[in-house]
């Protein structure tokens, strides 16, 4: 149980491009999910909580219109690039934890290449 | 708000001996402390996880350790084998944080066969 998919694994874009990462609860509910990013050789930066059925919260000094996040359903987030830009290039990763729980369960991550 | 420190950011034991990663957090509000371990490339992995009200907990060859008068706590590891290797992080939350994790800085284990 508690498995969480990613789409896509990876992808390589031209600069300028919007790049849209889907985030998926395959066998639980998620009320909350998470959208960290992480740098070679570093920990895991939260970018924004996303509750289901309301705006994501960010964390500071994370762009909310460069990042849009969507929470549309309680299996689903999206986490869309936009206008991207060789600095975004990272490894992207979601999580999700069910209502009552603690525990967040992580998505295999995306990794974006801006070019 | 939390901050999570860990220590050492890099450790290599022998294959078959024991790995102590240590972890500190200042937020007293603090009641869930999950590790991860996180192969390159790949998701992080949920390997254990202590409450508050628990001291230790212990599953199989890992266990882990709740100081929480001192506000730390610690992964053990025992008799560890090659692939054990991997990044470690530990991590901190509470309802005060809206459940947001805090991670540590992670710690890159290497167990030399």
């Known amino acids: 149980g508690a498995v969480v998919s990613q789409h896509p694994s990876r992808v390589i874009c031209k600069s300028g491009t919007s790049v849209k990462i889907e985030c998926r609860s395959l066998?639980?509910?998620?009320?909350?999910m998470f959208w960290y990013r992480q740098f070679p050789k570093q920990s895991l930066m939260l970018m924004a909580t996303?509750?289901?059925?309301?705006?994501?919260?960010?964390e500071q000094g994370v762009e909310k219109d460069k990042f849009l996040i969507n929470h549309a359903s309680l299996t689903l987030s999206t986490l869309t690039v936009t206008s991207a830009h060789p600095e975004d290039s990272s490894f992207y990763i979601c999580?999700?934890?069910?209502?009552?729980?603690?525990?967040?369960?992580f998505g295999p991550g995306t990794r974006l290449t801006v070019l | 708000g939390e901050n999570v420190e860990q220590h050492p950011s890099t450790l290599s034991v022998q294959e078959g001996d024991s790995a102590v990663i240590k972890c500190t957090y200042s937020?007293?509000?603090?009641?869930?402390f999950p590790w991860y371990k996180q192969e390159l490339g790949k998701r992080p992995q949920l390997i254990i996880d202590i409450r508050s009200n628990v001291g230790e907990k212990k599953d199989q060859r890992i266990a882990v350790t709740l100081n929480k008068t001192a506000k730390h706590f610690s992964l053990h590891i025992t008799e560890t084998q090659p692939e054990d290797s991997a990044v470690y992080f530990c991590?901190?939350?509470?309802?005060?944080?809206?459940?947001?994790?805090?991670f540590g800085t992670g710690t890159s284990l290497t167990v030399i066969p």
């Open positions: 999580s999700a934890r069910a209502q009552g729980t603690d525990t967040q369960y």
């Open positions: 996303s509750n289901e059925g309301s705006k994501a919260t960010y």
């Open positions: 937020d007293s509000a603090s009641n869930y």
């Open positions: 066998d639980f509910q998620a009320t909350t």
């Open positions: 991590a901190a939350t509470s309802l005060n944080t809206g459940n947001q994790f805090y």
